[in-house]
């Protein structure tokens, strides 16, 4: 199956500072990637849709001057928590998809990041 | 609105016996696709079934089988002779298939396969 990596696994910064996390989809072009969030024991919440080349389409009531989402290629987009608080500290999940030999249009998940905000 | 819903939070099956793990979904939308999904406690997300909302037949992947009732809106998932490696949180999910294939969870159910 195709092949998503995230980097950082694990990241914890000072409060204030900024994180990119990136997301790759490895063996496929990914024209959409989704980005998660899901704090402790809890589903999965959809920030944001990013489609290669244009803006991100964030959900209702995530901030997207706090979170940054760029998506330049096929294969890679990133997402940056601007001046982290410890209330952002939480699993980051990525996923993309693939137009093209999807027969059911799925979406292929990151191993996470987990960001804790000291 | 779409929305998902899981209403066991937390589920027990002795090792060996088969468990069903509900799922209801609410959806405005003719076409979209329902998934389930394992997440064991290193955080990384397992696709297990699929099935689309115009599939007649129930999906089955090995162990597991999806009980889809399109009239009722339910996807209930169904392990069979559960294992020890079974025990985790398993999310019912299901993608839009109009404005970007957007995919929504529900809760979780979170699954104690006992020895």
């Known amino acids: 199956g195709a092949v998503v990596s995230q980097h950082p696994s694990r990241v914890i910064c000072k409060s204030g500072t900024s994180v990119k996390i990136e997301c790759r989809s490895l063996?496929?072009?990914?024209?959409?990637m989704f980005w998660y969030r899901q704090f402790p024991k809890q589903s999965l919440m959809l920030m944001a849709t990013?489609?290669?080349?244009?803006?991100?389409?964030?959900e209702q009531g995530v901030e997207k001057d706090k979170f940054l989402i760029n998506h330049a290629s096929l294969t890679l987009s990133t997402l940056t928590v601007t001046s982290a608080h410890p209330e952002d500290s939480s699993f980051y999940i990525c996923?993309?998809?693939?137009?093209?030999?999807?027969?059911?249009?799925?979406?292929?998940f990151g191993p996470g990041t987990r960001l804790t905000v000291l | 609105a779409q929305k998902i819903t899981q209403t066991q939070p937390g589920m027990f099956v002795q090792e060996k016996e088969a468990v069903t793990l509900d799922c209801t979904y609410d959806?405005?939308?003719?076409?979209?696709?329902l998934f389930w999904y394992k997440q064991p406690s290193s955080g990384e997300m397992i696709f297990l079934i699929y099935?689309?909302?115009?599939?007649?037949q129930n999906a089955t992947e090995g162990r597991y089988s999806l009980n889809f009732q399109k009239a009722r809106k339910s996807a209930n998932l169904v392990i069979s002779a559960s294992q020890l490696g079974d025990s985790a949180m398993y999310f019912c999910?299901?993608?839009?298939?109009?404005?970007?294939?957007?995919?929504?969870f529900g809760a979780g159910t979170r699954l104690f396969v006992k020895a």
């Open positions: 996923s993309a998809r693939s137009p093209t030999g999807n027969r059911n249009n799925e979406q292929f």
């Open positions: 063996d496929f072009q990914a024209t959409t």
């Open positions: 990013s489609n290669e080349g244009s803006k991100a389409t964030y």
């Open positions: 959806t405005s939308d003719q076409s979209y696709g």
């Open positions: 099935q689309g909302s115009y599939d007649e």
């Open positions: 999910a299901m993608r839009e298939d109009t404005g970007g294939f957007k995919t929504i």
